[in-house]
């Protein structure tokens, strides 16, 4: 019984994201305080103090950044495009919708859309969106460029700190899709094809957060190690 309740325990603390591993979390941990303090401290010498000198969406982006880098919602264009798209939406909105309901709501819907279209989706470009409603930043009160300018460079920076840090954590960033270092790379087996992939991401009718390039890849990956265990 005991040992029933232990592996309950510990499968609570398992990562739900695939390939997750403590290493890389530990690692995340590190960048994101590292990426957060940059930023921080230099847009705390370059704003007021009476301005946000570090915007709450930016600490979700370091989530992504750090902790997830192969994803499409955390590349650089997601980052900065998503969060200054977004904020720019919000900031509009709140310009043209005095009810702060109906103008939160529509930030946040209208940039998921805006975002979507422009192929920056990164989630907290929603936080960026609702925080110009949140503060009243909209182009007639003269203070829109107090939530833009920050939102932009602290995207900017945390971008360029991500840059770096992952040249050394392991992590290609920005990333793309490669063989594994040392494996060899083996042809499938069954011939997919990157149409094959797309049809079967239509017949699921899902988001997944992967790539189609990662997505082929991992699958080629698989079927080489179902191949040798067979042979095996």
């Keep these: 019984m005991f040992q029933a309740l232990s592996?309950?325990?510990c499968r609570i603390f398992v990562p739900l994201l695939a390939g997750a591993s403590l290493r890389d979390r530990a690692i995340g941990s590190i960048?994101?305080?590292?990426?957060?303090?940059?930023a921080g401290a230099v847009c705390l010498a370059l704003f007021p103090a009476a301005t946000p000198w570090i915007v709450a969406?930016?600490?979700?982006?370091?989530v992504l950044l750090f902790a997830v880098p192969a994803s499409?919602?955390?590349?650089?264009?997601?980052?900065?495009?998503?969060?200054?798209?977004?904020?720019?939406?919000?900031i509009l909105v709140t310009g043209f919708v005095p009810q702060p309901e109906l103008a939160a709501a529509l930030a946040v819907g209208g940039a998921i859309l805006t975002m979507s279209l422009l192929r920056c989706l990164h989630p907290p470009?929603?936080?960026a969106a609702l925080s110009a409603v949140i503060g009243g930043h909209s182009l007639q009160s003269g203070h829109a460029l107090h939530l833009l300018l920050p939102v932009l460079a602290n995207s900017m920076l945390l971008v360029g700190v991500g840059w770096l840090f992952h040249r050394f954590s392991g992590h290609s960033?920005?990333?793309?899709?490669?063989?594994?270092?040392?494996?060899?790379?083996?042809?499938?087996?069954?011939?997919?094809?990157?149409?094959?992939?797309?049809a079967a991401l239509d017949d699921l009718g899902e988001t997944f957060d992967i790539s189609r390039e990662d997505l082929a890849l991992?699958?080629?990956?698989?079927e080489l190690h179902a191949a040798e265990r067979g042979r095996g």
């Design 7 to 9: 592996t309950t325990t």
């Design 218 to 222: 991992l699958l080629d990956r698989a």
């Design 31 to 38: 960048g994101a305080l590292i990426g957060i303090a940059a």
């Design 72 to 90: 499409p919602l955390a590349q650089p264009w997601s980052i900065i495009g998503g969060n200054g798209v977004s904020a720019t939406f919000g």
């Design 125 to 127: 470009g929603g936080a």
């Design 57 to 62: 969406p930016i600490g979700a982006s370091a």
């Design 173 to 198: 960033y920005p990333h793309r899709a490669k063989p594994v270092e040392g494996k060899a790379v083996v042809p499938a087996a069954s011939g997919l094809l990157m149409a094959d992939i797309d």
